[in-house]
């Protein structure tokens, strides 16, 4: 495994054809190409309210994102509106836990889920979002002890995803935002 600065890990990204990122080559470049923490330092703003979501890199195939998380955050629970992710954590450690649909009606909103798996992911462990489970929720939990930094790369770009409420049994599609674009803070963002 080799440590490289993220603009090299870009270009790697951007090589790869279409059906790369849909046969599981992004699983094998992910873990033979670690991301080196200092090259990270532009995209990372940490907030003590939420989890932030930075944007690297966008194209048409697929989006990078460097999501930051103080101890306690936790992602809602949320699809990817059927496009494939993958995670590597280069600081910290982080819980992935996997739900299943028992019932759903997005006429009315309405939402059962029950969790299934979990796994922790740290900088030795990436993972790729089960396709078969493909709802699930990102914890950066109090016991873990320190904040954490997810590298997400996205195919393709997520602009629409369904967030699920299970004490209500509820589901609604949201369109998620960005922290931060480029190494610079959004318009109106406050940390």
């Given at each position: 495994m080799r440590k490289i600065p993220i603009d090299q890990f870009v270009v790697g990204l951007c090589s790869?054809?279409?059906?790369?990122?849909?046969?599981?080559?992004?699983?094998?470049?992910?873990?033979?190409?670690?991301?080196?923490?200092?090259?990270?330092?532009?995209?990372?703003?940490?907030?003590?309210?939420n989890y932030t979501r930075n944007l690297i890199f966008r194209n048409e195939l697929f989006e990078l994102l460097a999501l930051c998380w103080a101890p306690g955050h936790v992602s809602s629970i949320h699809d990817h509106a059927g496009e494939n992710c993958w995670m590597a954590v280069p600081v910290g450690k982080l819980r992935i836990q996997n739900f299943r649909v028992l019932e759903q009606d997005l006429e009315t909103g309405y939402c059962k889920v029950e969790p299934t798996a979990s796994m922790d992911i740290d900088k030795l462990t990436p993972a790729g979002v089960d396709p078969t489970e493909p709802i699930h929720q990102v914890l950066n939990l109090e016991e873990f002890g320190r904040r954490a930094v997810s590298l997400h790369v996205y195919s393709r770009p997520?602009?629409?995803?369904?967030?699920?409420?299970?004490?209500?049994?509820?589901?609604?599609?949201?369109?998620p935002t960005y922290t931060s674009e480029g190494g610079a803070l959004c318009r109106g963002v406050v940390l």
């Open positions: 790869m054809s279409e059906s790369d990122f849909k046969a599981g080559s992004i699983d094998s470049y992910i873990e033979g190409n670690r991301v080196s923490v200092p090259s990270l330092k532009p995209y990372l703003f940490f907030s003590e309210n997520i602009d629409r995803c369904l967030i699920y409420s299970p004490s209500i049994n509820l589901c609604s599609e949201v369109m």
